[in-house]
Protein backbone atom coordinates (compact mmCIF):
# COMPACT_ATOMS: atom_id res chain seq x y z
CA UNK A 1 0.00 0.00 0.00
CA UNK A 2 1.39 3.51 -0.85
CA UNK A 3 -0.04 6.56 1.24
CA UNK A 4 0.41 10.03 1.25
CA UNK A 5 -0.59 12.14 4.16
CA UNK A 6 -0.34 16.04 3.74
CA UNK A 7 2.71 15.72 1.98
CA UNK A 8 4.63 19.19 0.52
CA UNK A 9 7.49 19.63 -1.86
CA UNK A 10 9.57 22.46 -2.03
CA UNK A 11 12.60 22.75 -4.50
CA UNK A 12 15.50 24.16 -3.51
CA UNK A 13 14.65 27.43 -5.46
CA UNK A 14 11.58 27.90 -3.94
CA UNK A 15 9.19 26.13 -6.49
CA UNK A 16 6.40 24.21 -4.33
CA UNK A 17 5.90 21.67 -6.60
CA UNK A 18 3.96 19.91 -4.30
CA UNK A 19 1.24 21.91 -1.71
CA UNK A 20 -0.94 19.31 0.27
CA UNK A 21 -1.59 15.75 -1.37
CA UNK A 22 -3.27 13.38 0.57
CA UNK A 23 -3.57 9.87 -1.57
CA UNK A 24 -4.35 5.94 -0.93
CA UNK A 25 -3.14 3.38 -3.62
CA UNK A 26 -4.45 0.08 -2.05
CA UNK A 27 -2.56 -3.01 -3.13
CA UNK A 28 -3.39 -4.50 -6.20
CA UNK A 29 -4.84 -1.02 -7.73
CA UNK A 30 -3.90 0.58 -11.23
CA UNK A 31 -3.76 4.47 -10.90
CA UNK A 32 -3.56 6.54 -13.55
CA UNK A 33 -1.93 9.90 -12.23
CA UNK A 34 -2.64 12.92 -14.93
CA UNK A 35 -2.36 15.97 -14.90
CA UNK A 36 -0.66 19.21 -16.98
CA UNK A 37 2.71 19.62 -17.58
CA UNK A 38 4.43 21.57 -14.50
CA UNK A 39 1.60 20.31 -12.30
CA UNK A 40 3.56 17.79 -10.06
CA UNK A 41 3.73 14.32 -11.46
CA UNK A 42 7.23 13.41 -11.55
CA UNK A 43 7.83 15.01 -8.47
CA UNK A 44 5.31 12.65 -6.92
CA UNK A 45 7.34 9.47 -8.39
CA UNK A 46 10.47 11.22 -7.23
CA UNK A 47 8.79 11.34 -3.48
CA UNK A 48 7.16 7.53 -4.05
CA UNK A 49 11.21 6.22 -4.98
CA UNK A 50 13.11 8.74 -2.78
CA UNK A 51 14.96 10.64 -5.24
CA UNK A 52 13.55 13.77 -3.24
CA UNK A 53 12.63 14.08 0.72
CA UNK A 54 8.60 15.85 1.32
CA UNK A 55 9.18 19.26 2.53
CA UNK A 56 5.75 18.24 5.18
CA UNK A 57 3.36 15.46 5.47
CA UNK A 58 4.24 11.83 5.66
CA UNK A 59 4.95 8.89 3.28
CA UNK A 60 4.25 5.31 3.51
CA UNK A 61 5.36 2.59 0.99
CA UNK A 62 4.57 -1.13 1.01
CA UNK A 63 5.21 -1.03 4.97
CA UNK A 64 8.54 1.77 4.92
CA UNK A 65 7.92 5.14 6.27
CA UNK A 66 9.92 6.84 4.44
CA UNK A 67 9.74 10.30 6.27
CA UNK A 68 12.10 8.48 8.67
CA UNK A 69 13.46 5.75 6.80
CA UNK A 70 17.24 4.69 7.42
CA UNK A 71 19.59 4.34 4.59
CA UNK A 72 20.03 0.70 5.03
CA UNK A 73 16.35 0.42 4.58
CA UNK A 74 16.17 2.32 1.29
CA UNK A 75 17.32 -0.63 -0.40
CA UNK A 76 14.54 -2.49 0.72
CA UNK A 77 11.77 -0.07 0.04
CA UNK A 78 12.94 0.19 -3.87
CA UNK A 79 13.05 -3.26 -3.74
CA UNK A 80 9.25 -3.63 -3.52
CA UNK A 81 9.19 -0.58 -6.34
CA UNK A 82 10.00 -1.72 -9.86
CA UNK A 83 10.37 1.89 -12.04
CA UNK A 84 9.83 2.54 -15.79
CA UNK A 85 11.54 5.40 -16.66
CA UNK A 86 10.23 7.27 -19.87
CA UNK A 87 13.93 7.13 -21.42
CA UNK A 88 14.09 2.97 -20.93
CA UNK A 89 17.76 3.74 -19.21
CA UNK A 90 18.63 0.16 -20.37
CA UNK A 91 22.72 -0.45 -20.69
CA UNK A 92 23.49 -0.25 -24.27
CA UNK A 93 26.88 -3.04 -24.20
CA UNK A 94 24.40 -5.54 -22.15
CA UNK A 95 21.52 -7.70 -24.21
CA UNK A 96 18.35 -8.37 -22.78
CA UNK A 97 18.70 -11.05 -21.40
CA UNK A 98 22.01 -9.45 -19.33
CA UNK A 99 20.53 -6.34 -18.46
CA UNK A 100 18.21 -8.55 -16.44
CA UNK A 101 20.21 -10.59 -15.21
CA UNK A 102 22.30 -7.20 -14.10
CA UNK A 103 19.31 -6.06 -11.79
CA UNK A 104 18.80 -9.63 -10.73
CA UNK A 105 22.37 -10.14 -9.53
CA UNK A 106 22.12 -6.75 -7.94
CA UNK A 107 19.76 -8.22 -5.34
CA UNK A 108 21.58 -11.31 -4.99
CA UNK A 109 19.09 -13.35 -6.99
CA UNK A 110 20.56 -17.18 -7.56
CA UNK A 111 21.65 -18.29 -10.93
CA UNK A 112 18.72 -20.80 -10.48
CA UNK A 113 16.65 -18.20 -9.57
CA UNK A 114 17.56 -16.12 -12.50
CA UNK A 115 17.64 -19.11 -15.54
CA UNK A 116 13.61 -19.16 -14.23
CA UNK A 117 12.46 -15.71 -14.10
CA UNK A 118 14.00 -13.89 -16.88
CA UNK A 119 12.35 -16.37 -19.82
CA UNK A 120 9.19 -15.80 -17.49
CA UNK A 121 9.13 -12.00 -17.89
CA UNK A 122 10.44 -12.16 -21.08
CA UNK A 123 7.67 -14.10 -22.21
CA UNK A 124 5.05 -11.80 -20.32
CA UNK A 125 6.42 -9.11 -22.43
CA UNK A 126 6.46 -10.76 -25.60
CA UNK A 127 10.06 -10.62 -25.88
CA UNK A 128 11.37 -13.97 -25.90
CA UNK A 129 12.97 -13.65 -29.57
CA UNK A 130 14.98 -10.75 -28.40
CA UNK A 131 16.69 -12.50 -25.46
CA UNK A 132 20.11 -12.01 -27.45
CA UNK A 133 19.57 -8.42 -28.71
CA UNK A 134 21.25 -5.27 -27.98
CA UNK A 135 18.79 -2.40 -26.88
CA UNK A 136 20.13 -0.60 -30.00
CA UNK A 137 18.73 -3.32 -32.13
CA UNK A 138 15.03 -3.43 -30.79
CA UNK A 139 12.65 -0.94 -31.72
CA UNK A 140 11.12 2.29 -29.56
CA UNK A 141 8.12 -0.26 -28.33
CA UNK A 142 10.22 -3.28 -27.91
CA UNK A 143 12.95 -1.37 -25.77
CA UNK A 144 9.54 0.08 -23.73
CA UNK A 145 9.01 -4.10 -22.92
CA UNK A 146 12.51 -4.10 -22.07
CA UNK A 147 12.15 -1.96 -19.45
CA UNK A 148 9.27 -2.70 -17.90
CA UNK A 149 10.86 -6.68 -17.78
CA UNK A 150 13.45 -5.43 -15.99
CA UNK A 151 10.71 -3.26 -14.00
CA UNK A 152 9.11 -6.04 -13.06
CA UNK A 153 12.24 -9.12 -13.16
CA UNK A 154 12.47 -8.79 -9.44
CA UNK A 155 8.79 -9.13 -8.02
CA UNK A 156 7.94 -6.02 -7.20
CA UNK A 157 4.67 -5.29 -4.98
CA UNK A 158 4.04 -2.27 -7.21
CA UNK A 159 4.89 -0.85 -10.93
CA UNK A 160 5.68 2.83 -11.04
CA UNK A 161 5.63 4.06 -14.68
CA UNK A 162 6.37 7.62 -16.00
CA UNK A 163 4.86 8.66 -19.14
CA UNK A 164 5.62 5.19 -20.54
CA UNK A 165 4.38 5.78 -23.75
CA UNK A 166 6.04 9.15 -24.35
CA UNK A 167 8.01 8.10 -27.44
CA UNK A 168 5.58 5.81 -28.76
CA UNK A 169 2.75 6.01 -31.60
CA UNK A 170 -0.91 5.75 -30.77
CA UNK A 171 -1.23 2.43 -31.59
CA UNK A 172 1.86 0.93 -29.68
CA UNK A 173 0.88 3.29 -26.59
CA UNK A 174 -2.03 1.10 -26.64
CA UNK A 175 -0.62 -2.29 -26.72
CA UNK A 176 2.01 -0.62 -23.97
CA UNK A 177 -1.11 -0.09 -21.79
CA UNK A 178 -2.84 -3.37 -22.02
CA UNK A 179 0.67 -4.70 -21.01
CA UNK A 180 0.49 -2.87 -17.92
CA UNK A 181 -3.32 -3.99 -17.08
CA UNK A 182 -2.02 -7.77 -17.80
CA UNK A 183 0.32 -7.42 -15.64
CA UNK A 184 -2.05 -5.49 -12.74
CA UNK A 185 -4.31 -8.56 -13.28
CA UNK A 186 -1.73 -10.47 -12.45
CA UNK A 187 -1.70 -9.22 -8.89
CA UNK A 188 1.13 -6.39 -9.37
CA UNK A 189 -0.19 -2.70 -7.97
CA UNK A 190 0.54 -0.54 -11.30
CA UNK A 191 0.87 3.44 -11.14
CA UNK A 192 1.09 4.76 -14.16
CA UNK A 193 1.78 8.74 -15.23
CA UNK A 194 0.79 10.15 -18.52
CA UNK A 195 -0.59 13.07 -20.13
CA UNK A 196 -2.54 10.93 -23.07
CA UNK A 197 -5.71 11.42 -21.99
CA UNK A 198 -7.50 9.66 -24.36
CA UNK A 199 -6.15 6.80 -23.79
CA UNK A 200 -6.80 6.99 -20.05
CA UNK A 201 -10.29 7.21 -21.00
CA UNK A 202 -10.67 4.17 -22.71
CA UNK A 203 -9.53 1.95 -19.58
CA UNK A 204 -12.19 2.98 -17.04
CA UNK A 205 -9.78 2.92 -14.32
CA UNK A 206 -8.75 5.01 -11.41
CA UNK A 207 -7.30 8.33 -12.47
CA UNK A 208 -5.78 10.97 -9.94
CA UNK A 209 -5.88 14.49 -11.54
CA UNK A 210 -3.01 16.99 -10.28
CA UNK A 211 -2.89 20.65 -10.87
CA UNK A 212 -0.35 23.01 -9.60
CA UNK A 213 0.63 20.75 -6.94
CA UNK A 214 -2.81 19.17 -5.50
CA UNK A 215 -5.14 16.65 -5.96
CA UNK A 216 -8.32 18.23 -7.92
CA UNK A 217 -9.62 15.49 -8.86
CA UNK A 218 -9.84 11.23 -7.84
CA UNK A 219 -12.40 9.04 -10.06
CA UNK A 220 -12.84 5.81 -12.20
CA UNK A 221 -12.54 7.47 -15.69
CA UNK A 222 -13.63 5.80 -18.90
CA UNK A 223 -16.40 6.23 -21.42
CA UNK A 224 -19.45 3.65 -20.61
CA UNK A 225 -19.44 1.12 -22.99
CA UNK A 226 -15.84 1.77 -23.74
CA UNK A 227 -14.12 -0.17 -26.37
CA UNK A 228 -11.72 -1.56 -23.93
P1 LIG B 1 5.12 17.29 -14.16
O1 LIG B 1 5.80 15.97 -14.00
O2 LIG B 1 3.67 17.25 -13.84
O3 LIG B 1 5.40 17.94 -15.47
P2 LIG B 1 7.07 18.22 -12.21
O4 LIG B 1 6.87 17.41 -11.00
O5 LIG B 1 8.21 17.89 -13.11
O6 LIG B 1 5.71 18.28 -13.03
O7 LIG B 1 7.24 19.75 -11.79
C1 LIG B 1 6.42 20.40 -10.81
C2 LIG B 1 6.97 21.81 -10.58
O8 LIG B 1 8.26 21.72 -9.98
C3 LIG B 1 7.15 22.63 -11.85
O9 LIG B 1 6.89 23.98 -11.54
C4 LIG B 1 8.63 22.43 -12.17
O10 LIG B 1 9.13 23.52 -12.91
C5 LIG B 1 9.25 22.34 -10.79
N1 LIG B 1 10.46 21.52 -10.75
C6 LIG B 1 10.60 20.25 -11.18
N2 LIG B 1 11.85 19.80 -10.95
C7 LIG B 1 12.52 20.81 -10.36
C8 LIG B 1 13.85 20.98 -9.87
N3 LIG B 1 14.75 19.99 -9.92
N4 LIG B 1 14.17 22.19 -9.32
C9 LIG B 1 13.27 23.17 -9.24
N5 LIG B 1 12.00 23.09 -9.67
C10 LIG B 1 11.62 21.93 -10.23
P1 LIG C 1 7.75 -0.85 -33.94
O1 LIG C 1 6.63 -0.67 -34.93
O2 LIG C 1 7.46 -1.82 -32.83
O3 LIG C 1 8.32 0.45 -33.45
P2 LIG C 1 9.88 -1.09 -35.91
O4 LIG C 1 9.10 -0.96 -37.17
O5 LIG C 1 10.69 0.04 -35.42
O6 LIG C 1 8.91 -1.62 -34.75
O7 LIG C 1 10.80 -2.37 -35.98
C1 LIG C 1 10.34 -3.58 -36.55
C2 LIG C 1 11.36 -4.68 -36.29
O8 LIG C 1 12.66 -4.30 -36.76
C3 LIG C 1 11.51 -4.98 -34.82
O9 LIG C 1 11.38 -6.38 -34.62
C4 LIG C 1 12.89 -4.52 -34.44
O10 LIG C 1 13.51 -5.44 -33.57
C5 LIG C 1 13.63 -4.47 -35.74
N1 LIG C 1 14.53 -3.29 -35.71
C6 LIG C 1 14.18 -1.99 -35.56
N2 LIG C 1 15.26 -1.18 -35.55
C7 LIG C 1 16.33 -2.00 -35.70
C8 LIG C 1 17.76 -1.78 -35.78
N3 LIG C 1 18.30 -0.57 -35.70
N4 LIG C 1 18.55 -2.87 -35.92
C9 LIG C 1 18.03 -4.11 -35.99
N5 LIG C 1 16.70 -4.38 -35.94
C10 LIG C 1 15.86 -3.34 -35.79
Redesign the pocket.
Known amino acids: MIRLKDVEMEYDNGTRAIQGISLTIEDGEFVFLVGPSGSGKSTIIKLLTSEVEPSAGRIMINGFSVSNISGRQIPLMRRTLGVIFQDFRLIEKKTVYENLEFVMRAVGASPKEIKKRIPYVLNLVGLEQ?SK?HP???????QQRVAIARALVNNPNTIIADEPTGNLDPE?SLELMSLLVKINQLGTTVVVVTHEKDLVDRFGKRVVTIEAGRVVNDSIGGYVGGRI
Not at 136 to 142: H, P
Open positions: KSTELSGGER
